[in-house]
């Protein structure tokens, strides 16, 4: 079946530069996307949201983009500080689902390095 | 705290063990699930529950068997588990225009 998946399974970057998360999906009838993040010894936590209709949204410190075209997703978070290490997943909405039907990408796991 | 609270959090149990997770949600939400994290996989959706209905079951082998007494109380049952069934298992809430609130997990452990 069709699912989302991340470009890259790790990401080191250092205190203070700005991260970019990339996803790619393959169900061009989802018109829902959200990143979750998930930090050892606990579930995903909710981070930003997205649907199909907009082309990018901000958060504190995260943007999130959407390239429709070639049914790109990215994370950008700024200033990235050690609190922001996790693995983090770009999950979607199957058309007519409901917010907790998600279907998961690998995740990328961000390394902050002081 | 996201105010979905799942108990174990660690479990350990023999494939001729039962035994049940709970999940217990304080949001008024109307929709329940049960997710798999598996090492080096995508979490995966075993089932859904909208108003204690069961609105999907992902192919789940029977060995695991859900059940959602009211809208803030989830179970998944286990019974003759295998050791590929050891795995993180998750449990969510969402009402059906809001996101998705986690648990922390229980930890499966199946020896």
């Known amino acids: 079946g069709e699912s989302v998946g991340l470009h890259l399974p790790t990401l080191s970057v250092q205190e203070g530069d700005n991260s970019i998360i990339n996803c790619a999906y393959s169900?061009?009838?989802?018109?829902?996307f959200i990143w979750y993040k998930q930090e050892s010894g606990k579930g995903p936590q909710f981070i930003i949201d997205?649907?199909?209709?907009?082309d990018k949204r901000q958060g504190q410190r995260v943007t999130v983009l959407l390239n429709k075209t070639v049914k790109h997703l990215s994370l950008q978070i700024a200033a990235t500080q050690p609190g922001d290490s996790a693995v983090y997943f770009c999950?979607?909405?199957?058309?007519?689902?409901?917010?907790?039907?998600?279907?998961f990408g690998k995740g990328t796991k961000l390394s902050v390095k002081p | 705290e996201t105010g979905v609270t799942q108990t174990p959090r660690h479990l350990v149990m023999g494939m001729t063990n039962k035994k049940s997770l709970k999940c217990e949600q304080h949001?008024?939400?109307?929709?329940m699930y049960w997710y798999k994290q598996s090492a080096k996989k995508p979490l995966e959706l075993m089932f859904v529950?909208?108003?204690?209905?069961?609105?999907e079951n992902n192919s789940v082998p029977s060995r695991f068997s859900p059940e959602c007494p009211n809208s803030s109380h989830l179970f998944l049952h286990l019974h003759t588990l295998q050791p590929e069934d050891s795995a993180l298992y998750l449990c969510?809430?969402?009402?059906?225009?809001?996101?998705?609130?986690f648990g922390q997990g229980t930890r499966l452990t199946v020896v």
């Open positions: 969510a809430s969402s009402l059906m225009n809001t996101e998705a609130f």
């Open positions: 999950a979607e909405i199957p058309l007519g689902g409901s917010q907790g039907n998600l279907i």
């Open positions: 949001l008024g939400h109307n929709a």
């Open positions: 169900n061009s009838a989802s018109d829902y």
């Open positions: 529950y909208n108003f204690k209905e069961q609105t």
């Open positions: 997205i649907r199909s209709n907009m």
